[in-house]
């Protein structure tokens, strides 16, 4: 694996090209999707003939929007184990390099040639809590005799969690199972999560809870950047802002204000203050950069909702502040954020009030 160039593409479509010189991986737009196509990163690759070239930090080398195609998490360990069983050492590979291992397989639309593959066993289907007990062992640091399996059906997604890919009824979903650090009923934790969500009216993917026999079951939910084998167009927040999840530094403030830049319009605003309410109420402070996506089909829409659940963060606060406050945000924040985007003092205290009720009707048993 020693690339310098890669093709990027959007629908059989060439979008640009990708070129890896020291250490940093620059792109130009295809001259043809300058006059056809969208800018696929609304700040930083806006549709113009000149070469971008990134900041090494925070992405190593690559514009926020590429490095959304790569795995972190649970998919570059997958893909770190595939390189050692290949000989290769993880640390002697570049992005670029990282991009051709996704080739065709990433989240979202966007892919890249010529594609650099590993050489895999054939794979059959199994049993989830079999894959459950594998994905154990490889986060155990353990040998598992089915690793061209969960590399395959899991090796191009984001996230801690452990999870694969899955072709259900002409649909592709994602199935996650628990990390190391995860009680038993997490699966189910995110379903009610999910369903709750819904009742708030904030828009969630279809989901299911999958059966189990060692635990409460497996949490499903439907990939929102397929449409059968249609590909859509999506960038996080972390991509568009190019800044690194992993270092908290938005407030929902800041959110709001992209939304209505990117989107234009009052209602996809109203969805993130919705989603805004719905992470505060029901402690869910995962709530990074990573977790805000944004969809392009024509136009750019806010994405549906994704990983909601109770959690916490190692310093005890919200990834993204509320109007400032982290620790402990409530109504009197929510509303700070409504004055300063030009949301209705009623339309705000309204949401918030519902999202409220059934966050505490539904998810009291899973809150402080």
């Not at 090209?17 to 006059?35: P, T």
């Not at 801690?160 to 994602?174: A, R, T």
Request: charged share 25%; glycine share 8%.
């Amino acid at each position: 694996m020693n690339n310098n160039k890669l093709m990027v593409h959007f629908k059989d479509e060439p979008v640009g090209i990708l070129v890896y010189k020291d250490h940093k991986v620059s792109f130009q737009y295809n001259e043809n999707w300058i006059k056809t196509g969208f800018a696929i990163s609304h700040l930083s690759l806006p549709l113009s003939n000149k070469i971008y070239t990134p900041e090494f930090t925070p992405f190593s080398g690559l514009f926020g929007i590429f490095n959304d195609s790569l795995p972190d998490g649970w998919g570059r360990l997958l893909v770190d184990r595939m390189l050692l069983k290949s000989g290769i050492k993880p640390n002697q590979i570049s992005q670029i390099d990282r991009l051709a291992i996704v080739g065709k397989e990433g989240i979202g639309a966007l892919e890249y040639t010529p594609e650099d593959s590993f050489q895999m066993a054939a794979t059959e289907d199994y049993d989830l809590d079999f894959l459950s007990k594998q994905c154990s062992l490889i986060l155990e640091n353990k040998e598992s005799n089915d690793l061209d399996y969960l590399f395959q059906s899991g090796g191009s997604t984001g996230g801690k969690y452990p999870k694969i890919n899955k072709e259900i009824d002409g649909d592709e979903w994602i199935i996650k199972f628990p990390s190391s650090i995860d009680f038993e009923e997490i699966g189910l934790q995110e379903f009610l999560y999910s369903e709750c969500a819904r009742k708030c009216g904030i828009q969630i993917p279809e989901t299911r809870l999958f059966n189990s026999k060692i635990c409460d079951g497996y949490f499903g939910i439907k990939r929102f950047d397929r449409e059968g084998k249609n590909k859509i167009h999506m960038a996080s927040v972390s991509a568009l802002l190019e800044t690194s999840h992993i270092s908290p530094n938005l407030d929902y403030i800041q959110l709001l204000k992209l939304t209505m830049l990117l989107c234009k319009s009052e209602k996809e605003v109203r969805k993130m203050f919705d989603l805004m309410c719905f992470n505060v109420f029901s402690q869910n402070q995962d709530d990074h950069s990573k977790n805000f996506s944004f969809i392009y089909d024509g136009c750019w829409k806010l994405s549906p909702a994704y990983d909601l659940t109770k959690s916490s963060t190692m310093y005890g606060e919200h990834a993204t502040t509320v109007a400032g406050e982290g620790k402990n945000p409530g109504l009197k924040d929510i509303l700070k954020v409504a004055d300063e985007i030009g949301i209705s003092t009623k339309y705000a205290k309204e949401s918030a009030s519902n999202i409220q009720e059934h966050v505490m009707q539904d998810l009291s048993k899973y809150l402080d």
